[in-house]
């Protein structure tokens, strides 16, 4: 279905206007066309279909721009048998050069005119920055939850709830989570190459002044204490998860994970979905449950959004919902890999911070 979307779209710091810019959906498994519809007949191109010129650079042959994009992407700009970059090509008057499949590099866009290339580059900036928001995330922003004494309060958790509650609907061991990985997501990232992985890292370390300012450079004392359910209805769960406090009671763990995703929104590495972070450690999930008809050799087994069984919560939730997994001293913001393990049985750590 084309869909014509005449609105505002930040990237890389700089605004365009989607004006006669159409786009098309893509179907990565059937490698369908992409396309844009073509710039006006006349050469002065409108100036909300121009990027920034100060990134085109003369040469002798007319003008040239340089391009990051992650290998990834590539084939949204190529299209079906390079149908995409041909119409692409036809249409503003230039010439565009892809790396190779899987090797990092630069698309580099020349032409005889500025304003084709610039127009050129506009184009495949919206295409580029459309199936970017597409992609599955690869990291997030945590706080891990795995200390030793929240660990043993949480298997005993399980032990328990397991020992009282197993024979309500969907309540079994695979939902639960893996001790070693507990944590609070602050927010989700899609970074698509080595460079994009250690620039997230670099605002990461970015942001460790301001969180010392908050913490006054000491760990923050919490306790792990009572659970809550994500969903309206309690016979209905697919998420239970614990509940996170500062012990002093103050909210400078909110504070954190709110300016935290702050910065990274501001550099166009994180989406905002809340307008302040949820803090909560996942204890029980559907999405973890075991497909007990897929066999031990045949795949991971686990259950997809629209395949997960929810479970009966309302006597976990009676009988445990002030329960207590423990007390600790956080003390770190990691950049965390995700579908990874460490040494710990953490995720593996792309880059971290401390508090003090």
Excluded at 90 to 110: F, L, M
Excluded at 174 to 197: R, W, Y
Excluded at 222 to 239: H, R, S
Excluded at 263 to 275: I, K, N, Q, T, Y
Aim: hydrophobic content about 35%; some cysteine.
């Amino acid at each position: 279905m084309d869909v014509l979307r005449p609105a505002l779209i930040n990237i890389n710091g700089r605004i365009y206007r989607r004006n006669n810019i159409k786009e098309e959906h893509y179907e990565e498994e059937e490698e369908e066309d992409v396309s844009y519809m073509g710039p006006p007949e006349s050469e002065d191109l409108p100036e909300d279909e121009t990027c920034d010129t100060s990134l085109i650079e003369q040469s002798d042959k007319g003008y040239r721009c340089a391009i990051d994009v992650p290998s990834v992407l590539y084939k949204y700009i190529i299209g079906k048998k390079g149908e995409t970059r041909r119409r692409l090509e036809t249409d503003t008057k230039t010439s565009i050069s892809i790396p190779k499949q899987g090797v990092e590099g630069q698309i580099v866009i020349t032409g005889s005119l500025k304003t084709a290339v610039s127009s050129a580059v506009t184009r495949v900036e919206v295409l580029v920055d459309s199936f970017r928001k597409k992609q599955p995330f690869t990291h997030f922003l945590s706080f891990p939850l795995n200390d030793p004494k929240i660990q043993e309060g949480f298997l005993s958790f399980k032990d328990e709830v397991l020992k009282q509650c197993s024979q309500d609907h969907g309540v079994e061991g695979s939902i639960f989570q893996n001790p070693a990985k507990l944590h609070m997501t602050i927010g989700t990232l899609a970074l698509l190459n080595d460079t994009e992985v250690r620039k997230a890292n670099e605002h990461l370390q970015q942001c460790q002044n301001f969180i010392r300012d908050i913490t006054e450079g000491n760990p923050l004392p919490l306790e792990v204490t009572g659970i809550e359910y994500m969903n309206d209805d309690p016979a209905m769960v697919d998420v239970l998860y614990a509940k996170v406090n500062v012990k002093d009671i103050s909210d400078k763990l909110q504070v954190v994970a709110d300016r935290l995703v702050e910065h990274f929104v501001s550099a166009g590495l994180m989406v905002r979905e809340w307008d302040r972070v949820k803090l909560h450690g996942t204890v029980m999930n559907t999405l973890f449950r075991k497909d007990s008809t897929v066999d031990e050799t045949g795949g991971p087994g686990r259950q997809t959004m629209s395949e997960r069984e929810a479970f009966d919560a309302r006597n976990i939730l009676k009988k445990f919902g002030a329960y207590r997994f423990g007390e600790f001293k956080l003390n770190t913001v990691l950049l965390s890999q995700r579908y990874s393990t460490d040494c710990t049985g953490y995720y593996t750590s792309s880059g971290s911070i401390d508090f003090s």
